[in-house]
């Protein structure tokens, strides 16, 4: 399809809600080429069933500011509307409507820190049966624009059981209080006696009150091997899709707008946002499970 037939698709798909001279003043083609096109190759039986779908698929792409994927939308269609269609359509209709979703990069850290004692007992299994038995936690940073302060810190636990941020805590900076707020979110959320928490060898999880704390609190300790990111990438997972996606929602500057932008994304990514492997969210899922 080449780029004029696009434009012309593009009109048809929003001829019923805005004025054909409208739409191609803003896509640069004639009216005669269009209504051509339209007689010749418009009315056919496909872009007929793309028309009606295609109000679908934009209203989803735009509620998810363009973070959801053909994957994504696939499952949405069904969940929310009972339109069950093809990955492949749903990709095919995307490219030709000009839909591109926003692909994060993946970055991962490397905080080489011995520890000597802690053994790694998750060992990159990642899954788990039943919420409460298998948490991840880590802390990352928010660029802040405005202010005298630069960073805003975040530390999430993370059940491994649906995905869901269990607790965490933000802060202008990395000192214990950060880790012990968020372990008190996790303790009012509850878990199972002798639960493991994962964790990296960063200096707060290497910390003696750390450790006590956690012992205290009747939880498993394990860590990430010296130098190896990707024993804690189900954590790093959900920091790279913060600091992508909540982006493309609201534009944080200052400590407070990036605290509530925080407060916000997680909420979102808690009980809105889709996960593939889950087709729902990580909140979905688990009150289906129960």
Not at 168 to 174: A, D, F, L, M, V
Not at 182 to 193: M, N, R, T, V, Y
Not at 250 to 256: A, L, R
């Amino acid at each position: 399809m080449n780029d004029k037939q696009v434009q012309y698709a593009f009109i048809l798909a929003n001829s019923k809600k805005y004025p054909v001279t409208t739409l191609v003043e803003i896509t640069e083609v004639s009216r005669s080429g269009y209504y051509k096109w339209l007689k010749r190759d418009g009315a056919c039986d496909i872009d007929k069933r793309d028309e009606e779908l295609i109000p679908f698929i934009l209203k989803i792409f735009n509620d998810h500011k363009g973070n959801y994927g053909r994957k994504r939308i696939k499952i949405e269609l069904k969940n929310e509307y009972g339109i069950i269609v093809n990955e492949k359509r749903v990709s095919r209709m995307m490219k030709k409507y000009g839909l591109q979703c926003k692909i994060r990069r993946k970055r991962y850290k490397h905080r080489p820190q011995p520890h000597g004692t802690i053994p790694n007992i998750l060992n990159r299994n990642f899954k788990a049966n039943k919420p409460g038995i298998k948490f991840s936690v880590d802390i990352t940073y928010v660029e802040v624009k405005k202010g005298n302060q630069k960073w805003m810190y975040v530390c999430a636990i993370k059940d491994l059981f649906n995905g869901e941020i269990v607790a965490y805590s933000i802060g202008t900076s990395q000192e214990m209080s950060l880790v012990h707020r968020a372990l008190d979110e996790l303790k009012k959320k509850g878990f199972a006696k002798g639960a493991i928490l994962h964790s990296d060898q960063g200096f707060q999880f290497t910390n003696p009150a750390y450790i006590m704390r956690l012992k205290r609190m009747g939880i498993t300790q394990s860590m990430s091997r010296r130098g190896n990111c990707w024993d804690n990438a189900c954590i790093e997972n959900f920091f790279g899709h913060l600091k992508c996606e909540m982006y493309n929602f609201s534009q944080p500057k200052t400590v407070i707008e990036v605290h509530e932008a925080v407060d916000w994304y997680i909420d979102y990514y808690n009980n809105k946002r889709i996960q593939n492997k889950l087709e729902m969210s990580p909140v979905q899922y688990r009150l289906k499970a129960a």
